[in-house]
């Protein structure tokens, strides 16, 4: 019944969503993190989403395949007194993008709406489906 | 006496299975708005219905004769009669993402609809011939 693979297809979109929404999160919390874990700046991370078949009948849902480091360069400061500085004064702030990542923000959130009402939409079908012959 | 009835809910039937997968591959769509090189699917309705009446099932397939090779039809297990085609974009994208979510959002509305009134019909039928069995 291709009805409850809308569940399947919904679903993997929402996790995807949600993963996206955390990378955009930790982003937006280490945006002036000078040093992360490996005492270079923080790197903007970014998700790679893919079409996945969740199905046999043709159904593609998506799947995150992979979390990776954006490749922009990092923002150059002028704070000649922190201990980050280089001999020329600056320091390297991380690579993200506020205002990229607020609208990367509202996309995934509209993004994860959309498919929860999808999911809505099917279980008011399937629920209409069980009523039949009543 | 069975396959009379059988007969009553043949169309309704078969609408109801194209519509609900149709309403799959839209979902599909919807989850796939953001994958880049992702190409929005559809399957026309009408024809496909036209096609599964007239029970002239789907495309030919090819013939395999090993495990490797393609059956040529683009959605597999597929009804029969529904040819799941690419839609043509609107607008394009830089990352080759074909799918128009306002588009995709009110396919799936309409479709669920039409879904519906489907259920709702053989629901109103099943219970016509339920009057007319227990002739009350």
Redesign the interface.
Known sequence: ???F??FA??G??LT??SA?LNATASNLANADSVVSADGTPYRAKQVV???TPV????????RVVGVVDSAAPGRLVYQPNSPGANEQGYVEMPNVNVVEEMTNMI?ASR?YQ??AE?MS??K??LL??L???? | MLDRIDQQMDALRTAA?LR??R???L??N?????????KA?DIDFQAAMDKAVARRGGDLAMATTSSGHLTGA?????PAGAR?MYRTEYQSAVDGNTVN?DVE?SA??EN?VH??AM??F??EK?RGLQTAIQGQ
Do not use: C, H, W
């Open positions: 019944m291709s009805m693979n809308v297809i919904a993997s979109a995807a969503q996206r989403f893919k079409a199905t046999g009948d043709g159904g593609v849902g998506v996309s993004a959309t498919n999808v939409t099917a008011t079908l209409k489906t009523a039949i012959g009543q | 299975n609900a997968y309403q799959q591959l979902a599909s919807i989850a796939n708005a953001d994958t880049p090189n992702y699917r683009a959605g597999d297990g597929a799941v979510m959002r799936f509305a669920a879904l519906e259920l709702t053989l629901r099943l």
